[in-house]
Nanobody, 115 residues
């Protein structure tokens, strides 16, 4: 099972930007579908964006036009560039990896959007 480590979260003002990174351990990263999800206390974890092993992307409506998911297979890393951040983007952001063997989750990174 792959291990995922997220980084890049923090406190940012409304309208600001952050770039989250998720580094995967082990081999086979290029064969995995990767995604970013987020969760706030008391609510279900929700999809933010996904990217297939071939590079096709999918976004939640709330993320379209503001967030960009990308991957660097040479670095075993998936990114989430977040622009024009809003207070409602405040959440713990989790990285997810899926392949034929199952799925894995990172420990999460906190993003807080507040003035």
């Amino acid at each position: 099972q792959v291990q995922l480590v997220e980084s890049g979260g923090g406190l940012v003002q409304p309208g600001g930007s952050l770039r989250l990174s998720c580094v995967a351990s082990g081999s086979g990263f290029s064969r995995k579908h990767m995604g970013w999800y987020r969760q706030v206390p008391g609510k279900q974890r929700e999809l933010v964006a996904t990217i297939t092993r071939r590079g096709s992307t999918n976004y939640a409506e709330s993320a379209k036009g503001r967030f960009t998911i990308s991957r660097d297979n040479a670095k075993n890393t998936v990114y989430l560039q977040m622009n024009s951040l809003k207070p409602e983007d405040t959440a713990v952001y989790y990285c997810n990896a899926v392949d034929l063997l199952g799925d894995s989750w990172g420990q999460g990174t906190q993003v807080t959007v507040s003035s």
